[in-house]
């Protein structure tokens, strides 16, 4: 599975966008990008995958460069609530499942 | 549709006891995955399994630590023989079978806190 880098930390308003970068030069042709988070000693949640489009979902958005070597997942609105450290990861997507690897992720602080 | 659920959540025991982790996975989930985060590290990817069946143990320690998901029943992680270093969060997470997109999603639980005095 390719390798991801994402900034150590970032801050974020409350009620401003939060935008996490994620660089994956690596990817394969057939490798997603899943965004994971894990808000502190809980388990990790899932937040939203995709391939090659933009997804968007209830919680957050995935805008994938066109090269597929990066992506942004965007919280529209932050809240305190959403204060977490948030994993990029990519790995083939396959129907016999299979594993995740996680990486150091990017701690988001949400301030008010 | 209750999500995956570990238990205990909170398990002590003494150096050189055995400790057992159960995972029951959300319903119609057949995979499994067991996950480790030391205190302030991240999480380490341990085991995948099937339905009685190991696919990826790559990240099991080789000694004191087995798993097994029955035909019936929960996905248990055991530790022999505990010693501190063992003292972590362990998570467990399932994804349905194969087929489509939503086959690739892993929910977790809310892990096992294992504490080795």
Redesign the interface.
Known sequence: DAKTTQPPSMDCAEGRAANLPCNHSTISGNE?VYWYR?IH??????II?GLKNNETNEMASLIITEDRKSSTLILPHATLRDTAVY?CIVRV?????????????TELSVKP | NAG?MQNPRHLVRRRGQEARLRCSPMKGHS?V?W?RQLPEE????MV?L?KENI??ES?MPKERFSAEFPKEGPSILRIQQVVRGDSA?Y?C?S?P???GRR?????????TRLTVV
């Open positions: 997603y894990q000693s809980q388990g990790p949640q899932y995958h994993y997507s396959n129907n016999q499942g299979g594993k995740l690897i996680f990486g150091q992720g | 995956v995979h995955y996950y991240g999480l380490k990817f995948y099937q696919i990826d990240g969060a998570f997470a994804s079978p194969g087929g086959s690739t999603e892993a929910f977790f639980g809310q892990g």
